[in-house]
């Protein structure tokens, strides 16, 4: 699955944040 991360995130961020929010938005979504 492939979500709009650059919509999410706009500006640049750390890769290990980037996936911990990706993460508790799967959550979410679940």
Do not use: G, V
């Amino acid at each position: 699955m492939r979500f709009p991360i650059r919509s999410l995130w706009p500006e640049p961020i750390p890769r290990d944040l980037k996936e911990t929010r990706l993460q508790q938005f799967l959550e979410q979504m679940s």
